[in-house]
């Protein structure tokens, strides 16, 4: 089945830095890429779209200039949180999709906490 | 606009017993897919089951049933006999045009031994 992996599976960074986080398909091209951002005991709640090649879409209320995301192949995609502060703290999570296809590939999530 | 609601926060049986979990969707798309997830501690989602909006079969694996009627607009999904394991958070989605995924509340289940 397509796999979806991230890096790092978690990471603790201090309050002013920024952080990568990477999203892989491992065995397929992934035309699009979601990234999703959860915290505690909510849902997941959709942060950004990426098309290979394509500046990222934004849901409302999330700050592109904070949440850098780059898909620069058909199989990664990555978010930087810039000037990180306690409030980013938090579970992300990316998706892959194939074109035409509805179905999408969760990857196992990444949990960043701001000290 | 797409929306997804699922009205049980938390759900708490005790094992053996079955439990359903209510997933009421809104959406203006005639092709569209709804899942079920389930999310443990872990955080990892796991994928259960996908059904579109064309096929309102009900579905059977193991435990685990699935009822879809798009009169009602609902998806809901059943654990027959269920066991402390199935403890975990279970989130119904919704995917239309534009290929986004959005997700209900999700519903905590507490399975007691």
């Known amino acids: 089945g397509a796999v979806v992996s991230q890096h790092p599976s978690w990471v603790i960074c201090k309050s002013g830095t920024s952080v990568k986080i990477e999203c892989r398909s491992l065995?397929?091209?992934?035309?699009?890429m979601f990234w999703y951002r959860q915290f505690p005991k909510q849902s997941l709640m959709l942060m950004a779209t990426?098309?290979?090649?394509?500046?990222?879409?934004?849901e409302q209320g999330v700050e592109k200039d904070k949440f850098l995301i780059n898909h620069a192949s058909l199989t990664l995609s990555t978010l930087t949180v810039t000037s990180a502060h306690p409030e980013d703290s938090s579970f992300y999570i990316c998706?892959?999709?194939?074109?035409?296809?509805?179905?999408?590939?969760f990857g196992p999530g990444t949990r960043l906490t701001v000290t | 606009a797409q929306k997804v609601t699922q009205a049980q926060t938390e759900i708490s049986v005790v094992e053996k017993e079955d439990v359903t979990l209510d997933c009421v969707y809104e959406t203006r798309d005639t092709t569209y897919y709804l899942f079920w997830y389930k999310q443990p501690p872990s955080g990892e989602l796991v994928f259960l089951i996908r059904?579109?909006?064309?096929?309102?079969q009900n579905e059977i694996s193991g435990r685990y049933s699935w009822n879809f009627q798009k009169s009602t607009s609902s998806f809901n999904f059943t654990i027959t006999a269920s066991q402390v394991v199935d403890s975990a958070v279970y989130f119904c989605a919704l995917s239309g045009s534009g290929f986004k995924t959005i997700f209900g509340a999700g519903t905590r289940l507490f399975v007691k031994a």
């Open positions: 998706s892959a999709r194939v074109a035409s296809a509805y179905e999408q590939y």
């Open positions: 059904r579109n909006s064309f096929d309102e």
């Open positions: 065995d397929f091209q992934a035309t699009t």
């Open positions: 990426s098309n290979e090649g394509s500046k990222a879409t934004y």
